[in-house]
C-alpha cells in the first residue's frame, strides 16, 4: 500500500495538487493544526475540520487579451495555457468588462489619431478627471461608482430553500476557484476614487479577458516565454503598432470545493490506508462499506462524501453488520446529512419508493435485472418469489401479461403494492405476503399454474433451497397431458473454487434431478472469491411430476 501511495504522490508534478502551492494564511477563527491523522469526533455545531486548510494558492502568468480575440488566440496558444481540470483557460476578474457607451470618455487615438491637447490634459489630471465624473454624474456615474449604486437601489431579496434539516437557507454558489491579477491591488484604493474603470493613466484597452499560461511559465519573463506566445505580442504590435496584449501576474487560489473526494481523502488520511472512494447510491443515500481500518475516521469520510456529491447525495450510511434476518434488510447507520432513509430510485423509467431501514434494495444489481427482463415478452406470466419493493415485479409488469409478486417482509409487500400504484401498473400485478415455498405451493396447485412461464428467485442465500418445492407441483394432473414448463432463473452465491460446477450440483441436489440442463452466467464478484450466479433451466418433467414434495 504504502508504495502505491508514493506512486500517487508522483504523479502530482504536474498539474493542481494539494502536495504544491501555497496554503492560505490562517484566520484568527480558524483551529488550529485541523488536519491530522488523529481520528476526531464531530458535534452537531463544529466542523469535523477546517475547509480552509485546503485552500491552496498558485502564482501564474497571463496575458490581458481583448474580449474579442480571447477565443481566437487560445486555440492558437492550447499548448501553452494553464489546462488544469475544472479551471478555464479563459479568466475573468472584476473591471475587465467595459460597456461601448463608455467609450467617449477614454482616450480614441486609432491608427495615429490624436485627440487635442485640452482632452489629453484633462485626463491626465486626477483632479479634472474627478470633477467631470462629478459634473456628468447620471446613469452611467453608477457604473463608474459601483457603490453608489449599491447604496442607492433597494436591497435584492434572496432565494432561500430548505436544508436537511428543513431550516430556511440562502441560495448561495460557492466558488472552486478565484484568479486575481497582483498589479492591480496596488490601484484598489484609486479605483474606488475614481471609478472602476479608472486604470492608472494605463491606456485603456476595453473589454478584456485573461489567458492562464502554463505553470512552468509563473516565474518568468517576458525574454524566457516560448517563440509562439512572444509571436503574439510580434503580431499585435505590427497590426495596430501599439500592443493592446499585457503579460501579467496573477495569484489562483483553489478553495476546498474544487478538490475531488480522492484527493481531499488522501491528504486526511494515514499514509497506506486504502482510499473508501467507491460507494453505492440509492436515491439520495450513499451506502457505505466501510472496513475496519476506516472507523475511527468514519465521520470524516462521511463528510467528504457528503460535501463532494451535493446535492445529489443528501445522506451518508455505513452497513454495520452483515445482512442476517430473514427479510434482508440491513442495519445501517447515518454518517452525515439528513436521517431520513426513505428515498425515491428511478430504475428502467420507473420510480421505486424505498426505505432502507425495512427492506433491501441493491442498485449493482441493476444491470442484471435489466439483462432479465429482456428475456421477457408480452405473452409470459411472470412469478416473482422474493420480489421485494418490485424492482423485478414492477418493471415486468411493463412487458408481460401477469406478474405474481411475492415477499415475507410485510413492509416490502407495502412499498411493493405502493411502487405498483406509482407507476400505475396495479392492474397487471397481484401481490402475496407468505413464505416462498407456500408461494410457490400456492401458485402451482391453482388454475393459474398452467399459464406460468417465468419463476424468478433472486434471494442469493437461500433461493437454491426452495427449489425442493417444485417436486411434484403438477402430481395431481394427468401425464399424458401437455404442459408448458416454466423457466425457472434462481440466483445464488458460491465461494467454491469452481462456482459453476459447485451451484450446480446445489441445484441438482434440491430438485433431486441429476439431468438438469442448467445456462449458468456469473452476476457480478461480490468479494474476493464469492461469485453472485444465476442459473436458468426449464422444470424437468420428472421433477414436476414426482410422487411427494418435500416440504421443509
Known sequence: CSTQTQTKTQTFSYGPSLHKGKIAPETPFQTQNPITHQPEVGEDNNPLFDEQKFTRVFHLAALRVPANDCFALENRLRGHLLNWPRVKNI????GDEIEEEMMTLFDKRKDGEENNEEENEEFE????????LAKEFNYRGFVKFKNLAKISRPGKRKKKEKNGDGEMKGNERKECCLVEVLEEEEEDEMKGLLGEEFKGGRKWKGSTRLLLLDERYGDKGFEELPQAIKAV????TIENRSSTIELVRCKLTLFYDYWQMNEILETMLPE???IPSAFETVGHIAHLN?????LPYKNVIAKVVLDKNKPKIQTVVNKIDVIQNDYRTMQLEVLAGNHSLVTTVVENGLRFRVDLAKVYW????????????????RNDVICDVFSGVGPI???????????????LNPFAVEYLERNSVLNKLEKKIKVFNMDGRRFINAMFSSEKAHSITHVVMNLPNDA???????RGVYRNQPRDKEFNFPMIHVYGFSKARDPEFDFHERIRIALQEVAVNVDMRRVRLVAPGKYMLCASFILPKSVAFAECSLNV
Open 91 to 94: 479568466a475573468r476578474v472584476p
Open 125 to 132: 489630471s486626477l483632479v479634472l478627471y474627478r470633477e467631470k
Open 233 to 236: 505580442f510580434v503580431g499585435e
Open 272 to 274: 497506506g490506508m486504502i
Open 290 to 294: 466501510l472496513k475496519d481500518e476506516h
Open 362 to 377: 441493491n442498485s449493482r444489481l441493476a444491470t442484471e435485472r435489466l439483462r432479465l427482463l429482456s428475456g421477457f415478452n
Open 393 to 407: 415485479a414492477v418493471s415486468a409488469a411493463k412487458i408481460v401479461k401477469r406478474v405474481y409478486a411475492n415477499d
Open 464 to 470: 437454491a433451497e426452495f427449489l425442493d418445492a417444485f
